[in-house]
């Protein structure tokens, strides 16, 4: 929490040469508010409460963070100048990361973070006390029924959630007018069959006309939950989606590493804020390189008590496998929505099969 | 151009071991196409149409370059699919940098470009035959007297377009509704005591809903320029405001975190395909640390003909000076834009003077 009523404060760390530090620090507050040489304002008023101020510069490793309280008034309180404001211009320095927000008390309300968040999740798949299951249908470029196989056995098998890969959009192989409803029946006919509460979410994607259209769409088959890439979609479109969907939003990581936000900013508390009500990333040891304990923080981010936001459910994929459900449980517990994709799916012709074996696994 | 006709050719810089590199590329073929195991895929279609190829694999300095020929198909021929097929997983990858993107004969039609592009800015503002003239009202938190001040005075010295800063927003000390009407007048007034043309680009930010209403406040007030922040509002929401604005567009690079997208690739190319009819950059030896082959190359990528999409006019910006613009004009020749801020309004008192000096500068 920020202890300045009226400040966020953003922390950054800078790899300079330490007699840079403390210079580069008071340029990064004046670059992420007023962005003009200091000795032009005369206006007293901008000075005290529009330009930011560096409230402390300390050794962190070989780098050093500099901690800079930025006026809450200058971010609109709307999602897309908060992340101006924060990082902005900051973002085209190479020598500067943004790893660090604290905000004021009651500041975050305002953008309403998860709308379900992990009780929603578990209000509408019926898993109480237990991890989340969840996979992909995949390749995109394959018929619809491939893909409408897929989704009839993963719910069939008692899976929690499928999504659409985040590489399905709307393209002329796989239009979303025909793939959402063919998918969302299958599910639904295999819900009937097993009792079971299988959630489909498709990937909503494009510029808002099309993602109005979309949601129309999805909304009229029944479909219960969507995936939407924040960083392509843009940050506040996504804020926007949360508010107006009336279902739960995962948040897929993509293009989410081209800004050097550290992840557990960016993926835990930013994509909470705006309104995820999961938030997949990389976990350790998979196709992707992030370091267990950034992991692990993230997880933290999205789930810890957060100034009256509920939790978001984080989602550990990239690469991961059935022999590592032990292993995630022990890392984040049973709050948490495991995703395995590519594994489920080498099984082939065994698909049913192994699907259960994961429904099993996080039921044991 | 690529050589393949529905197959754009994406180069991404590995920072990985010799022993590594072939595997790599291996890797990101299929993260950037079908994210799944090869061997679980059947359809035949799908591993000759669908799945990326690996083109060529070389040394490049201390890492390795690697070209990668991804499905036209799979990008739907939308922005964000578009990134996402190109840069959205492997965005996650920090060994992974996307250096260069070349696109099959007509396919960048598709996205339309530049509406208005240099020639469409050159009409607007008169200026037919020498770099243009740039500035910005700042800073934030200033009284709209100060800002309707400031914008008046740089019309009555001549200047051809005024911006808002791109932290002015739609803040409570700023409400976009009373400073844009306000701020227009002012140029009206100051353009029609000179016999004028001085263009007025108001910052558009926000989630759509609010966009929709800026563009509608903006059009009915007169303005006939804005500003935008592609990465900001979401690459998908800026390629629809290009198509519907009816106006020229500024793009502005904040939060562009250029340092895992080439900078050439994302303000050259991309800001252009997808409709920027100027982009701002950050210029070398300003308060950013791009190297000068580096600005040179986004120049030439906005202005250099690309089938059929209009050319879009390169804005050197970050801290430039009055006493570099010959060096500017030698570095960019005259289609160019010249941008200086904060400089102008160190001026203090004298400001219709420094900012006259400005106009002078490019028009001798």
Redesign the interface.
Same mark, same amino acid.
């Given at each position: 929490m920020s202890p300045f009523p009226d400040r966020i404060v953003a922390t950054y760390r800078l790899s300079v040469p330490e007699a840079d530090a403390e210079s580069r620090a008071l340029?990064i507050a004046t670059?992420q508010?007023?962005?003009?040489?200091l000795?032009?304002?005369?206006?007293p $008023?901008?000075r005290s409460?529009?330009?930011a101020r560096v409230v402390q510069v300390r050794a962190a490793g070989d780098a050093f963070e500099a901690d800079i309280a930025i006026?809450t008034?200058?971010?609109?309180h709307?999602?897309?100048?908060l992340? @101006?404001?924060v990082?902005? @211009?900051c973002?085209?320095?190479?020598?500067v990361q943004l790893v660090g927000l604290a905000f004021p008390p009651g500041f975050v309300q305002g953008f309403g973070g998860p709308r379900f968040g992990i009780a929603g999740l578990r209000a509408a798949t019926g898993a109480i006390d237990r991890p989340l299951t969840c996979t992909a249908l995949?390749?995109?470029?394959?018929?619809l029924a491939?893909l409408v196989h897929l989704a009839r056995t993963f719910a069939l098998a008692g899976l929690d959630l499928v999504k659409d890969? $985040?590489?399905l959009? @709307?393209?002329?192989?796989s239009p979303f007018a025909q793939r959402v409803p063919a998918v969302q029946r299958a599910v639904d006919e295999a819900n009937r069959a097993t009792g079971g509460r299988t959630l489909y979410a498709p990937t909503l994607?494009?510029?808002?006309?099309?993602l109005a259209e979309q949601l129309r769409i999805a909304r009229d088959c029944g479909v219960r939950a969507a995936l939407v890439?924040p960083?392509?979609?843009?940050?506040?479109?996504f804020?926007?989606l949360a508010r107006t969907a009336g279902m739960p939003l995962l948040a897929h990581?993509?293009?989410?590493?081209?800004?050097?936000?550290a992840p557990v900013v960016l993926f835990g508390q930013l994509f909470r804020l705006f309104g995820a009500d999961a938030t997949i990333f990389?976990n350790y040891a998979g196709?992707? $390189?992030y370091p267990r304990e950034v992991c692990l923080a993230i997880a933290d981010a999205a789930r810890r008590p957060w100034d009256g936001l509920a939790a978001t459910m984080p989602v550990p994929a990239?690469g991961m496998t059935l022999d590592r459900v032990a292993e995630m449980r022990a890392d984040y517990g049973d709050d948490v929505m495991l995703l395995i994709?590519?594994n489920l799916?080498?099984a082939?012709a065994r698909l049913l099969e192994r699907s259960r074996a994961f429904a099993r696994a996080v039921a044991g």
């Open positions: 340029a670059e508010s007023v962005e003009m040489p000795d032009a304002i005369d206006d $008023h901008v409460e529009i330009v006026s008034q200058t971010t609109g709307e999602p897309g100048q992340i @101006n404001m990082f902005g @211009n973002s085209l320095m190479p020598e995949k390749p995109q470029g394959s018929p491939h890969d $985040h590489g959009a @709307n393209q002329a192989f994607s494009g510029a808002p006309a099309a890439s960083m392509v979609v843009g940050l506040p479109v804020a926007e990581p993509a293009f989410g590493g081209a800004a050097r936000i990389t196709r992707f $390189h990239g994709g590519g799916l080498e082939g």
